[in-house]
């Protein structure tokens, strides 16, 4: 079938079908010559008709982009033909207006991921206080502020103030003061003073000095526990209640603990709100990832991903020039928490996932949910095509926790790529420390990396193109890791080569971390993908609170010598996860079981080989297997595909062989 809409290898996609079904009458595994004029030998198995394009490789001797780009556009097509979703997403439109209105709606959330995620960096801003000795200017009023100290603060030996001592006051007059002089003395009695601090930060709002200073290690810690709860509960929950009211729970959870953060009147209130501002971000991370993942198709839901990610590191440098500018914390919360009140809206811009709909047995949701992002691209979805979105015996699809331990794959996943997270949380996180040890300007520690991160996700696009999810993060963490290996080699001398490859590390790093993200979705099945998703994410949050007890040992080289083993470990671990590029997408257990199984089995087999040959011979030689009579179900996907033109108002013309 020729279809005029510009997609010339849709027959040969079909008549690829029909060679399976051909072949799978055979038994077991046979040997069948192809195409005998170019001597190619294919050893074939009886495979589901889904899996028949996949066992088509390329030569091993042949390097030809056109080929491989050709069976990997013949492979994607098949497995959307596998896909009820794929077929109905192509008839609404792969990326249409409403696939990129659902995009544009991630900006802001992740802008404000970032702010809020970092914002605890410029909140304990270094200070150097002193004890508030006002009492002598009721002696005195008109003493300056120089005489003020040099009468009331003992000295170090270096000649400096100290900062938690005090002269014990005394009730003489100014004359016996400067004549005698005080000392006896005690702790700071009545607060600190800050005289060299333009900045209001939570240091001098709330004292955080003397003895005080662990607090502002304890935020951290609170907001990584956050984290973990959160990355444990939400990813339940959205796989529970759908994706749409858990990402309106994580933006109200914005606006009351985020926004709400300027206006705490204690230390111990700011810690409550920063830990259940964490959990929020997570609950939003987690949902708006599946979103992205079941409602876009191939390549564009990488690009998706990927681009949410760049406006996530534009977050992180929106928050530095706030903080640059604004001279108050409080004022820091305000402005940079406003852009949260027009997620507000979200309430009525916002659809929820077709693919949990269907899962969860509300099939008249997921269809009107479907027509109406086809009526915003201005398609139409054929009755007979909707009429075919329904789960096998009309049952609700059920899962819970427990199978990510009796199910074997998924079992293997969860705990390699919780590993690959932990490794990539704990390896971010002790760059990032260590950045602050060479004593960097904090808004060029935050800047820097984050006008480096945003290229460096760029550069997924064109890994996964080219190499596959699993290839493109194992080629990501082995950089990061180079990256720790010099960090661990250099002599601490050089400064400013060790400051280089810490920004070169997080760069590799952020790459990592977006194709993850992608490359995680699409293994989980949609039914336990935001569960699994949190799981892993329980990982990442155990990686960064490592980092953090790891990096306060005497031993500097221990946290960097970590950083690359756990590294390398991970590399091994990613080899043995299957691709999933033009692969689709699971939605139950039982169909990731068997997909999952499938690809198992390819890893082991060899497909095809291919004895002689140019690449003219071996794209004839796929394309007239492909090219054979039609069966009858050739013919009925013929008039589906027919059915779906015409709800498009597009024209196709029959093959007669």
């Known amino acids: ?54 066992q088509l490789e390329v030569p091993e001797h042949i390097h030809s982009p056109s080929l491989e780009m050709l069976l990997r556009r013949l492979r994607a097509m098949e497995a959307q033909q596998d896909d009820k979703f794929a077929s109905i997403l192509d008839v609404v439109g792969k990326f249409g207006t409403f696939q990129r209105r659902l995009v544009a709606l991630t900006f802001i959330p992740n802008i404000l991921l970032a702010f809020f995620m970092f914002a605890d960096i410029f909140m304990f801003t270094a200070q150097k206080p002193y004890c508030n000795t006002s009492w002598i200017l009721a002696i005195d009023p008109n003493l300056s502020e120089a005489e003020q100290l040099n009468l009331t603060l003992p000295r170090e030996p270096n000649g400096s103030f100290q900062t938690c001592l005090m002269y014990l006051p005394v009730a003489w007059d100014l004359d016996s003061i400067i004549q005698f002089g005080l000392n006896y003395t005690v702790s700071c009695q009545d607060g600190w003073i800050y005289p060299e601090t333009k900045k209001r930060s939570l240091v001098n709002e709330f004292d955080l000095v003397c003895g005080k200073e662990s607090n502002m290690e304890g935020a951290q810690t609170m907001f990584l526990a956050g984290l973990l709860i959160g990355s444990l ?30 206006f705490v009147n204690t230390f111990h209130q700011y810690l409550f709100f920063r830990f259940v501002v964490s959990q929020a971000l997570v609950c939003y991370a987690i949902s708006s990832v599946c979103l992205a993942t079941e409602w876009l198709v191939g390549q564009h839901r990488a690009h998706a991903i990927i681009l949410e990610h760049c406006f996530f590191s534009m977050g992180v440098m929106f928050l530095t020039g706030l903080a640059y500018i604004l001279p108050h914390w409080r004022l820091l919360f305000l402005v940079g928490g406003a852009p949260v009140f027009p997620l507000i809206s979200y309430i009525w811009m916002l659809p929820e996932s077709p693919r949990w709909l269907m899962l969860k047995g509300k099939l008249g949701a997921a269809k009107r949910v479907l027509c109406y992002a086809a009526s915003v691209n201005e398609k139409t979805i054929p009755l007979s095509l909707l009429d075919k979105l329904q789960l096998p015996g009309k049952k609700v699809t059920k899962a819970s926790v427990l199978d990510f331990y009796n199910n074997r794959h998924l079992r293997k996943v969860t705990l390699v790529m919780g590993c690959v997270w932990f490794t990539v949380g704990y390896s971010y996180f002790t760059m990032s420390l260590k950045l602050k040890d060479f004593g960097v300007n904090i808004n060029l520690t935050q800047v820097v990396p984050g006008l480096m991160e945003v290229p460096a996700r760029l550069c997924c696009i064109f890994l996964l193109e080219l190499m596959g999810r699993k290839w493109s993060l194992i080629l990501t963490l082995f950089q990061g890791s180079l990256m720790c290996l010099l960090i661990l080699i250099l002599p601490p001398e050089l400064k400013s080569m060790m400051v280089l490859m810490i920004v070169l590390g997080e760069f590799s790093l952020a790459a990592s971390a977006s194709v993850f993200f992608i490359y995680t979705a699409e293994l989980l099945p949609t039914v336990l993908r935001a569960t ?31 950083c690359c083993i756990s590294a390398f470990l991970a590399l091994f671990l990613c080899s043995l996860l299957p691709e999933t590029q033009d692969q689709p997408l699971s939605d139950t257990l039982e169909h990731y079981s068997l997909q999952m199984r499938n690809v198992a089995e390819e890893l082991f087999t060899k497909e095809v080989v291919v004895d002689d040959g140019t690449d003219e011979v071996t794209k004839n030689t796929i394309l007239n297997s492909m090219i054979q009579k039609s069966d009858m179900d050739i013919l009925s996907n013929v008039s589906l595909q027919d059915a779906s033109l015409q709800g498009r108002g597009e024209e196709t013309d029959p093959l007669n062989n």
């Open 532 to 562: 699994g998703l949190g799981l892993v994410s329980l990982a990442w949050a155990a990686g960064a609170i490592s980092s953090l007890v790891v990096i306060q040992q005497k031993l500097t080289f221990l946290p960097i010598f970590l």
């Open 233 to 262: 509960i939400f990813g339940f929950v959205s796989d529970k209640l759908g994706r749409y009211p858990t990402i309106l729970m994580s933006l109200l959870g914005l606006i009351i603990f985020g926004f709400g953060a300027a």
């Open 1 to 54: 079938m020729v279809v005029r809409c510009g997609r010339e290898l849709a027959g040969a996609c079909s008549a690829m079908r029909s060679l399976g079904k051909d072949r799978a009458a055979l038994t077991g595994s046979v040997s069948s010559q192809l195409a005998t004029e170019n001597n190619c030998k294919v050893k074939q198995r009886y495979h589901h008709p889904s899996e028949t394009l996949n």
